[in-house]
């Protein structure tokens, strides 16, 4: 009952004390995590989308500068100088000395064929009428290739653009290295798994691709490259593997290429994770140690409030003896007062029938007969039952009647003795042995001699009759010790062998009619009293017991002042 | 020999018309009172040689009346009928002139022995009286024939 009380408060307190700052860190963490992985995300897509768009401008330079490399060759020789493989071969050198992607350089006429070539391969002579890049050049005057085999089978790109001198049209061809090229896209790294290609309108890739797929394959991952868009595109999307990256997308200005970077998203927000698993290392640690500390807080509480219960439970107890017992005992003696004139008028009555039927038998009006005889002894009950009445009454308004201490001096070693005695004589015929242990050199004590000695007897009789109970005439042992403690107060203690008292009676045996012996024996009074004597003298009285063992009573009185 | 007046006060009417009866069946003369008043009223009338009195009763309390009785009707002993159980109450009544004193409920073989233990007190008493005028009447008859 009173455990379930306790387990129902520290619920509670628990529940405080975890919620109370457990809701604002958990709303704080939240908070924190929300803004802080938004803003991680935001900076990470912005890198990519920074990177995509320098590679796309130094991309875009780089075709530029070729297209105008080429353009300045056009511009500057005559196509009777270019075909000269000297100067082709000196020009290329030049072309060459800026940019080791130059790989050939080639001059055609109207109708495709190669009329000069200088390079690695020996492609002069051959024509390319039905190419689908010198179509195109036709009739565009310039064109930037996809990668391609072609004759000498190794990727690469072309630029070319055409020239009408004397009316007539001739074209210059360059093969950009796409090994070069690639190094240019390849270099990109973002991260560790951070990779940038080129992928043509068809969706092959036009630079190698450092997580797999070689040049002119299809990528591994389906980009959504057919449409063209300005600008640049992000979006988080799986690849094959499954694995989400993050990817950054843009289509380069003077060709149909799109340029994809990409870097997997775990990778990219590494410091998201990071930030994630910080927060949730927290969230444990502080989880923890809101709870270690609620459970802690709560543990001191409750204990702390049983505690004070316990000490107000005892606290009522001694008011009990002091307060209370004053109150009751005024109570119970308008009470008693109050029986006792009733009791006068039964007794009165009873014996007015008693004279009434021995006059009868006097005079010879009532034969002898059973009837008659329990009349009598019905009678003979009233009495003794108004007797009893009488017994509890008086003891009643004794017990109300404390009458004022006196403040006498008393010494104990001379005091105690004298008392027991008076129970000398009882004690040997019921076999009890008396040890006194009375200190030599007591400090007088303040007191009204005869009502401590009303007490003392009391006690003494009380433990009497308890070892009886349980001894018999034979083996009782009666101990009386008197000493002073250090605040120069007197300890009188009454220690028995008898039957004891249990824990429940304990708590009662101070209480005005309680007691344990059989009905019409004891007032229940007696203890009661003698709390009370106490009291008043402004000391204190205690009892303890163990049922079966014994009980010791100890009086703790001041000392005289 | 004369015989013993005994007046009963205590509030309690059915205790005076009971005991009344058991005292008279001893063959004592009993008077009752219901109230201090009610007994020196009764106590101007009547010689009554012994008063059981109640401490307790309304208006005039048995140590009012007590202190009553014994100013205006010296020789007259009083048994204190008290409620209480200690010493103490009986004791104040004594000091203000009661003979004795009763302990509610009273035993009445108790007050038949008590009152009588009064009555015989106050016999001696009014003997020794009687002996003191006896002496005074010897040493100058002539009062006696002035008084006359």
């Known amino acids: ?561 | 020999m004369e015989i013993l007046k005994i007046m009963l006060v205590d509030d309690e009417e059915r205790f005076l018309l009971t005991t009344k009866k058991l005292l008279s069946k001893k063959g004592y003369e009993v008077f009752t009172a219901s109230s201090g008043a009610e007994a020196l009223e009764k106590l101007k009338k009547q010689n009554i040689h012994v008063v059981i009195l109640d401490v307790k009763m309304p208006e005039m309390d048995g140590m009012e009346t007590l202190k009553k009785i014994k100013k205006h009707f010296p020789l007259v002993e009083v048994i204190m009928l008290t409620g209480h159980a200690t010493v103490e109450s009986a004791v104040d009544g004594l000091r203000s002139g009661a003979i004795d004193y009763l302990m509610k409920p009273a035993d009445i073989k108790e007050l038949i022995e008590k009152s009588e233990e009064a009555f015989e007190k106050r016999k001696r008493l009014e003997e020794k009286i009687r002996m003191a005028q006896a002496k005074r009447i010897m040493k100058s008859p002539r009062q006696i024939i002035k008084g006359l």
Request: one cysteine or more; hydrophobic letters at 40%; a neutral charge.
């Open chain 1, 1 to 561: 009952m009173k455990n379930d009380y306790y387990k129902s408060i520290g619920k509670t307190i628990l529940k405080a004390i975890i919620l109370t700052p457990g809701i604002p860190f958990i709303l704080i963490l939240g908070i924190g995590y929300y803004y802080f992985t938004t803003s991680i995300q935001t900076t990470s897509i912005d890198n990519i989308k920074r990177i995509v768009e320098d590679h796309r401008h130094m991309i875009e330079s780089f075709m530029d500068e070729r297209k105008s490399d080429l353009e300045f060759v056009m511009n500057s020789y005559s196509p009777a100088e270019l075909v000269q493989p000297e100067k082709l071969s000196k020009i290329l050198l030049d072309l060459q000395k800026k940019s080791d992607a130059f790989a050939d350089l080639g001059i055609f006429n109207g109708e495709g064929l190669h009329v000069a070539y200088q390079g690695p391969y020996r492609l002069k002579g051959k024509s390319y009428k039905d190419a689908f890049w010198f179509k195109e050049v036709i009739n565009r005057n310039y064109y930037i290739s996809d990668i391609f085999l072609g004759y000498r089978q190794v990727p690469h790109f072309i630029i070319a653009m055409t020239n009408t001198v004397d009316g007539e049209k001739w074209i210059i061809r360059a093969s950009i290295d796409s090994h070069i090229f690639n190094k240019l896209v390849e270099k990109v790294r973002i991260g560790k798994t951070g990779e940038a290609y080129l992928l043509n309108t068809k969706g092959i890739l036009q630079t190698a691709c450092r997580s797999g797929g070689n040049l002119m394959d299809k990528p591994l991952d389906n980009i959504d490259h057919i449409e063209k868009y300005s600008g640049i595109k992000s979006f988080i999307k799986k690849d094959f593997t499954g694995r989400k990256f993050v990817y950054s997308t843009t289509w380069l200005k003077n060709k149909n290429w799109l340029l994809v970077a990409r870097q997997e998203k775990a990778d990219a927000f590494s410091a998201f994770n990071a930030a994630l698993y910080l927060i949730i290392t927290i969230l444990v640690i502080g989880g923890v140690i809101i709870t270690a500390v609620a459970f802690y807080l709560t543990t001191r509480i409750v204990r702390r409030l049983e505690r004070v219960d316990l000490e107000k439970e005892n606290i009522n107890q001694q008011l009990i003896g002091a307060s209370r017992l004053a109150e009751l005992g005024e109570m119970a003696t308008g009470f008693a007062h109050e029986i006792n004139n009733p009791l006068q008028v039964m007794k009165s009555e009873q014996s007015l029938m008693e004279m009434i039927l021995s006059d009868f038998k006097e005079n010879g009006q009532l034969p002898e007969s059973e009837n008659l005889k329990e009349l009598e002894d019905s009678m003979k009950q009233i009495e003794v039952q108004i007797g009893r009445c009488s017994t509890i009454t008086q003891a009643i308004l004794k017990f109300g009647r404390q009458k004022d201490i006196l403040d006498a001096k008393l010494d104990a070693q001379d005091f105690i003795p004298e008392i027991v005695n008076m129970v000398t004589n009882a004690a040997n015929d019921n076999g009890i042995a008396i040890h006194q242990e009375i200190e030599n050199r007591l400090p007088p004590i303040k007191g009204d001699p005869a009502q401590l000695q009303q007490v003392l007897l009391n006690l003494l009789n009380n433990a009497m009759y308890s070892m009886v109970e349980k001894h018999g005439v034979q083996g009782g042992e009666l101990f009386i010790k008197a000493e002073s403690d250090d605040n120069g107060k007197m300890k009188i203690q009454v220690r028995d062998n008898g039957v004891g008292i249990d824990e429940e009676n304990l708590k009662k045996i101070f209480s005005p009619f309680f007691t344990t012996k059989p009905v019409g024996k004891g007032t229940g009074l007696g203890l009661s009293v003698c709390f009370g004597i106490i009291d008043k003298m402004g000391g204190i009285m205690e009892v303890e017991s163990k049922k079966g063992v014994g009980a010791t009573f100890t009086i703790t009185l001041p000392a005289a002042t």
